[in-house]
């Protein structure tokens, strides 16, 4: 059983940053791999970053490569995609996932999720 809150979503303007937090309680995300996933009003969740159960292999979405940074705190059983120069086309509700089964970062087969994190860019 574990249980994710993301954090750190807000609303700026074009060109700003953001740092969004994952927190897991009930187990610790050590053995894990971990994801980011977003999705925007009308459209269909899309896969965003992925990172390795020790953080030593990541994988980003095409669209995000250069401007987004995941990385993990195994310690504090936190996960944190830092956001740079956001575009508009960036805004959406953005999902922490995970992986018991997982070792390595993956696109798919993630077995728990957040209840997400509201990130709104303006043009």
């Known amino acids: 059983q574990v249980q994710l809150v993301e954090s750190g979503g807000g609303l700026v303007q074009a060109g700003g940053s953001l740092r969004l937090s994952c927190t897991a309680s009930?187990?610790?995300?050590?053995?894990?791999?971990m994801g980011w996933f977003r999705q925007a009003p009308g459209k269909e969740r899309e896969f965003v970053a992925a990172?390795?159960?020790?953080?030593?292999?990541?994988d980003y979405a095409d669209s995000v490569k250069g401007r987004f940074t995941i990385s993990r705190d195994n310690a504090k059983n936190t996960v944190y995609l830092q956001i740079n120069n956001l575009k508009p086309e960036d805004t959406a509700l953005y999902y922490c996932?995970?992986?018991?089964?997982?070792?390595?970062?993956?696109?798919?087969?993630?077995?728990?999720w957040g209840q997400g994190t509201q990130v709104t860019v303006s043009s």
């Open positions: 996932a995970a992986s018991r089964q997982m070792r390595s970062a993956s696109r798919y087969g993630y077995d728990y």
């Open positions: 009930g187990r610790t995300l050590s053995n894990y791999a």
């Open positions: 990172i390795s159960w020790r953080g030593s292999t990541t």
